[in-house]
C-alpha cells in the first residue's frame, strides 16, 4: 500500500494551505523540500507574495496613498510583508532582535501607517486595517518605552510614540511628570530650535522627542476632559485612530493650492499652567547645566489650565518651493470676533513634515507665536500639535502646548 504524502496534492491546493498560514509558518515550509521553495519563492514572479499580503489583516497598499497624499507606485510584496513580519516578532519579543535592524524595525512600523488608505470626507469612519493591527501590536507601551541606542533610534521610536498616542503605560504618574517637565521648560525653547519643536542644530527639521512630551502632555489633558464628558480612553481624539488622509475623490493635491487643508473653522486648545509655578520651576538663578527642580509637578496638585477658542482661516497667497514643487508654501490669516487675527504660513520641513507657523494678536500687534507639525497624515482628523509662546520670547513669559483640529473645511 503506498502512503499518501501532502506533496502529492494539487499545486493548487498546496498554494492556497500556504496563504491561509502564517507568513513565519510559509517561511518555514519553504525549508521542507525543493518543491515548497519553489511554490514560496518562485524566480521573478511576486504573484505568491501578492496573494500571501492580501490574505493578511492590512490595508492593501495600492489603495493607500504616502504622508503627502500621493499615490504608491513601487510595491515591492515579498520584501514588505518580511519586514512586516520580522518586525511583529521583534516587538512581541525583543531579545531575538539583532543590534543593527531595530532603526529598521522602527521604519517598518512608521511605514505602515504612513502608507495607508485615505478617507473620503472629514466626518468618514476611519477604516485602516493598519492602524487597527498596530493598536493591537503597541497598546501596552512596552516597545515604545525601550532604551534607545542611537540618536536615529530615539527619534524615530519617538516619531512612532507620537503618532500611536497615549498607551496604557502613558497613564503613569511618573510618566506625566517627565512630559510635563520637558514641555515647560523654557530650556526647551530658543532661537535655535525656532522656539518650537525643531533640532536645536538650526536645520529645521522636527524633534520628535519634544513632540512626543508634548503629544502626551495635550493628549492626558485632552483625555481628562473626554472622560468628563463621558468619552472611552480609546477614543482620544490625538491617537492613531484618526491619522488617515482626508482627500475627496475629486482632489488632486498636486494640482490643489491649499494642498494642506489651511481654510475651514479650526478648533485651537491650548494648555497651560499658573505663572508663578512656571517662573518657580524655570528658576533663573539656576544654571543650564543643572537640572530642574520638579518638585511642583510631583507633588500631584498641578493645575493645567485648558482652553479653546474657534477660528476661520483662509488662504491669502501661495509661494513656490523649489524643494517641493507640488507643495508651495501656503500663507493665512485667521480671525475672530473682528480683533484676534492671526497670520501664518504652512510648509514642508527640511525632513518633509509639515510645519505650521503663526503669529497672533490683538489688531496689527501680535503677542503670541505658534510652531506645530501636522499630526497624522496629510489633511487627517489628527491635527496639528505644537507649541505656544510669545513673540518676545522672554525667559519669564508663558509657554505651553496647543493643536488644532479642523472643524468645517472649505472646498472648491
Not at 96 to 114: A, F, K
Not at 276 to 302: H, K, S, V
Amino acid at each position: 500500500m503506498v502512503s499518501a504524502c501532502i506533496t502529492d496534492l494539487p499545486l493548487e491546493t498546496l498554494e492556497h494551505i500556504l496563504l491561509i498560514s502564517d507568513p513565519t509558518d510559509v517561511a518555514s515550509t519553504a525549508q521542507v523540500c525543493r518543491l515548497f521553495r519553489g511554490l514560496v519563492y518562485p524566480v521573478g514572479d511576486e504573484h505568491f507574495w501578492r496573494a500571501l499580503y492580501l490574505a493578511q489583516s492590512f490595508d492593501d497598499p495600492r489603495k493607500a496613498v504616502t504622508y503627502l497624499g500621493n499615490r504608491r507606485t513601487d510595491i515591492k510584496w515579498r520584501e514588505e510583508l518580511q519586514r512586516i513580519i520580522r518586525a511583529r516578532t521583534v516587538v512581541n519579543n525583543v531579545t531575538v532582535y539583532r543590534p543593527d535592524e531595530i532603526c529598521q524595525v522602527l521604519r517598518t512600523l512608521l511605514d505602515m501607517v504612513t502608507n495607508v488608505p485615505p478617507l473620503p470626507f472629514l466626518e468618514s469612519e476611519p477604516t485602516s486595517r493598519n492602524v487597527l493591527w498596530m493598536q493591537t501590536l503597541l497598546q501596552d507601551g512596552a516597545f515604545l518605552d525601550l532604551e534607545s541606542h542611537s540618536h536615529e533610534e530615539e527619534q524615530l521610536r519617538a516619531r512612532l510614540h507620537t503618532w500611536f498616542g497615549l498607551t496604557d503605560r502613558d497613564a503613569l504618574a511618573t510618566k506625566r511628570v517627565v512630559s510635563r517637565a520637558y514641555v515647560y521648560s523654557q530650556r526647551n525653547y530658543r532661537s535655535s530650535n525656532n522656539f518650537g519643536p525643531f533640532m536645536r542644530d538650526g536645520s529645521g527639521a522636527v524633534d520628535w522627542v519634544h513632540m512626543q512630551k508634548l503629544a502626551h502632555v495635550f493628549a492626558s489633558a485632552l483625555v481628562e476632559r473626554e472622560e468628563d464628558e463621558g468619552s472611552a480612553f480609546e477614543l482620544c481624539s490625538l491617537s492613531l485612530t484618526f491619522c488617515q488622509a482626508v482627500i475627496p475623490p475629486s482632489l488632486d493635491l498636486n494640482r490643489e493650492t491649499d494642498w494642506a487643508g489651511v481654510e475651514g473653522l479650526w478648533r485651537i486648545s491650548y494648555c497651560f499652567i499658573d505663572h508663578r509655578e512656571l517662573l518657580i520651576y524655570n528658576d533663573p538663578n539656576l544654571p543650564d547645566d543643572e537640572p530642574l527642580d520638579l518638585t511642583i509637578f510631583e507633588e500631584g496638585e498641578l493645575q493645567e489650565t485648558f482652553s479653546a477658542v474657534d477660528i476661520f482661516f483662509r488662504v491669502i497667497n501661495v509661494e513656490q518651493d523649489p524643494d517641493h514643487p507640488t507643495r508651495p508654501k501656503i500663507n493665512y490669516v485667521g480671525e475672530m470676533d473682528g480683533n484676534f487675527s492671526i497670520v501664518g504660513y504652512v510648509k514642508l520641513t527640511p525632513d518633509d513634515q509639515i510645519r505650521w507657523h503663526f503669529v497672533a494678536g490683538n489688531g496689527d500687534q501680535p503677542v503670541w507665536w505658534g510652531e506645530a507639525i501636522v499630526m497624522g497624515n496629510i489633511r487627517s482628523q489628527n491635527g496639528v500639535l505644537g507649541a505656544w509662546s510669545t513673540t518676545m520670547h522672554d525667559p519669564q513669559d508663558p509657554i505651553g502646548p496647543f493643536w488644532m483640529q479642523c472643524q468645517h473645511p472649505i472646498e472648491d
